[in-house]
């Protein structure tokens, strides 16, 4: 069950996704660190699960899912904004209004699952506890996950990095530092913000074999979101840049993203 302050984020996520910010152009048009991500994250699904039954959960307004759908994987969606069911719908995606914690659909259905939002939305981790158990639940054994994270050394930048440092460490700066709090100066409504050994660690204690951790966006990444449009040259010198750094320790958490990639184990 929800504590009051997930209360709180859920209600904001209400009124983010449906009134305040465009979900649809984020992985699109929004900047140019949005296609890096969109790219490097289809990667890495197809990489790992190049086909199957695929459950999008928290899968937004349908962008991966209706890239997925068209390359021939059976994708169905579930989100908690209806705007978003909306626009996948439109998309022809099989959409549905729901909660990554209480999924509508019987065991064993999928053969990969997509968690690429929920687990920063989600403040205590008795409830990521819940969202990673539904996603093993559907998934057959053998089964793929792939689970996004924000990374909170990337968080701490934003709150801290163009301004002058403070005689001490600003309750909120250290919150987030030590614990993934996120500031309350972030509009974003952000429950939790993870290390990649964090992550890590929440996925396999969820009962996952985790094959890796990696970063998405790589060191570039913000670059691309700051300068919004990025010539070719500069947009594949991040795509080289991100893909070489993907997997090293301290250097994935310089990503915006972090991607846990897991199986539900074979057998018990």
């Known amino acids: 069950m929800a504590t009051s302050d997930q209360d709180d984020i859920d209600a904001r996520i209400q009124v983010y ?25 289809q990667e890495l699904i197809r990489g790992k699960a190049p086909a199957g039954r695929v459950i999008d959960i928290g ?17 169905v969606l579930v989100d908690p904004v209806q705007r978003h069911v909306d626009t996948a719908s439109a998309a022809g995606i099989d959409a549905h209004l729901g909660d990554a914690r209480a999924l509508p659909f019987a065991s064993e259905e999928f053969d990969i699952a997509l968690l690429l939002g929920p687990l920063y939305h989600l403040s205590p981790v008795a409830d990521r506890r819940v969202a990673l158990a539904e996603a093993l639940r559907v998934l057959k054994p053998g089964g793929v996950l792939l689970t996004a994270a924000l990374s909170r050394y990337v968080a701490f930048g934003s709150v801290s990095l163009t301004q002058s440092p403070p005689p001490s460490l600003p309750d909120d700066w250290a919150a987030l530092l030590v614990d993934g709090t996120p500031s309350p100066r972030l509009r974003f409504p952000a429950g939790h913000l993870h290390t990649a050994e964090e992550l890590h660690d929440e996925v396999a204690n969820a009962g996952f074999e985790v094959d890796d951790v990696v970063g998405v966006e790589g060191p ?12 070719e040259d500069v947009r594949h010198a991040a795509l080289v ?5 993907s997997a090293t320790p301290g250097i994935r958490d310089q990503s915006a993203h972090l991607i846990a990639i897991a199986r539900r184990p074979i057998s018990a």
């Open 17 to 41: 996704y449906a009134d305040t910010f465009d979900e649809n152009a984020r992985l699109t048009t929004r900047s140019a660190q949005g296609p890096l991500e969109f790219q490097r994250t």
């Open 59 to 75: 899968g937004g307004s349908g962008i991966h899912a209706t890239a997925l759908r068209d390359d021939g994987y059976d994708v």
């Open 220 to 231: 570039a990444g913000l670059f691309l979101e700051v300068i919004g449009d990025a010539g």
């Open 241 to 245: 840049l991100a893909r070489a750094a």
